[in-house]
């Protein structure tokens, strides 16, 4: 592959060229119809001096776009980057590995049958403490992944309390967590208080 310092050819058209870095997969396009640039297997392309190149980096399945690390968007975190072509360069961007951490979810008093049990709509959905999914369980979710999860109360019971790393909404209806390292939650589900011998739902059971 080319590097840095191409000579103009005829003074007015330049190389440009991408270099993929770090330990991610992705591919790079350039935007124009159809594309010079398809990185991949084409990697470099010759453009006319005070042309627009647009660049378009797209992680593979298990990797991310990191950043721009040279030219005229270094530093960028978008996966779009537009420049006029004013002479020959090579541009690099990093791809990264998703690192993927666990989520351990326990439900104190699931009730009979996993009649109480917390599901999340994140990740494609999924549940804890139904029978088919018993208590406690443990699900694998990329780095950066927002987890919201609420509890479905069955009849006769209340939900008492979050705890973990969902500790912080108390009693609430919801949590919602950022994955970043491992994580841990919990959820308690009490029977109700003859005062209140019936619990509302607030969201809808899983399917």
């Known amino acids: 592959m080319p590097t840095t310092g191409f000579a103009a050819t005829g003074g007015t058209t330049y190389t440009v060229a991408v270099t993929k870095q770090g330990d991610g997969t992705?591919?790079?396009?350039?935007?124009?119809?159809?594309?010079?640039?398809?990185?991949g297997a084409t990697?470099?392309?010759s453009y006319a001096g005070g042309s627009t190149v647009t660049l378009?980096?797209?992680?593979?399945?298990g990797s991310?776009?990191?950043?721009?690390?040279?030219?005229?968007?270094a530093g960028s975190?978008?996966?779009?980057?537009?420049?006029?072509?004013?002479?020959?360069?090579?541009?690099y961007l990093t791809f990264s590995k998703l690192v993927n951490y666990d989520l351990t979810i326990t439900v104190n008093n699931p009730g009979p049958a996993g009649s109480n049990y917390l599901y999340s709509t994140s990740a494609g959905g999924f549940s804890c403490g139904q029978t088919s999914t018993p208590s406690p369980c443990t699900k694998s979710l990329p780095s950066g992944t927002s987890v919201y999860i609420y509890p479905v109360i069955a009849s006769g019971y209340v939900f008492s309390s979050w705890g973990g790393d969902c500790a912080f909404a108390g009693s609430g209806p919801s949590c919602t967590i950022s994955i970043d390292s491992a994580k841990s939650i919990s959820g308690t589900f009490i029977v109700a208080p003859s005062d209140n011998p019936t619990a509302s739902v607030s969201h809808s059971p899983a399917s």
């Open 26 to 39: 992705g591919t790079v396009t350039s935007g124009e119809s159809p594309a010079k640039i398809s990185c």
């Open 43 to 45: 990697c470099f392309a």
């Open 64 to 73: 991310k776009f990191t950043s721009w690390s040279t030219g005229p968007c």
């Open 77 to 91: 975190v978008t996966p779009t980057c537009s420049f006029t072509v004013s002479f020959a360069q090579t541009i």
């Open 56 to 61: 378009s980096a797209v992680a593979a399945s």
